[in-house]
């Protein structure tokens, strides 16, 4: 019963990513309203089906989660609860993709032990909701990579940018841009990104 877990620590994320370890265990990913990224253990989940029920550890789905920590600072999930699960974009494989991009991009950008990033974690939350009712993903794309590009200080602020990053992606269909200029910002965006993956993993590999 819930009334079990109320002493332990909670807090609130977003999945990440969930990935089998050992035979049963899972490994989740988790970014926090602070935009810090965890990783918990959670101990014979893939056996376990009532304690995780209902895909509650799967990547997207913003959750709930109380856990312990061990003595040499793991975290282990003893339960978890789903807040939002984002429907719409379960039932739409092109839009899962683009949300698991949204994931992906925000997992590269976010390390364990920094936090003090609430715009990642607002951003997220905003698009993956956003992509649900989005008639245009590709825009709303450009859009997340734009913000997500400023908030981690990999993009200055200029005529072709300074839009985005002033409307929250929820006002994406309100930025009106030509096939043309389109393409030249998404190109534009991607060697940024390009250019960021790579400082990311020269500074990773220096830790």
Not at 158 to 171: G, I, K, L
Request: glycine residues 4%.
């Amino acid at each position: 019963s819930w009334s079990s877990y109320s002493t332990m620590p909670s807090g609130k994320f977003i999945n990440l990513r969930a990935k089998a370890f050992n035979d049963s265990d899972l490994l989740i990913d988790a970014l926090s309203k602070e935009g810090e990224k965890w990783v918990f253990t959670a101990k014979n989940a893939l056996k376990s089906r009532k304690r995780f029920s209902g895909g509650v550890l799967e990547p997207i789905n913003f959750v709930e989660i109380f856990y312990t920590e061990s003595k040499s600072g793991y975290y282990y999930i003893q339960e978890a609860k789903v807040i939002e699960d984002f429907p719409e974009l379960r039932k739409n494989y092109q839009k899962l993709q683009w949300a698991f991009h949204f994931l992906k991009m925000i997992s590269k950008g976010t390390r364990e032990g920094l936090g003090d990033n609430k715009s990642l974690f607002d951003l997220l939350g905003n698009s993956l909701n956003t992509l649900q009712t989005c008639n245009n993903p590709l825009h709303l794309k450009l859009h997340f990579e734009i913000k997500f590009l400023y908030y981690l200080g990999f993009l200055d602020l200029n005529e072709d940018t300074s839009e985005f990053v002033a409307r929250p992606v929820s006002e994406n269909h309100k930025i009106h841009l030509t096939d043309e200029e389109f393409s030249f910002i998404d190109q534009k965006t991607k060697k940024l990104l390009k250019e960021m993956d790579l400082t990311l993993r020269e500074e990773f590999d220096s830790l």
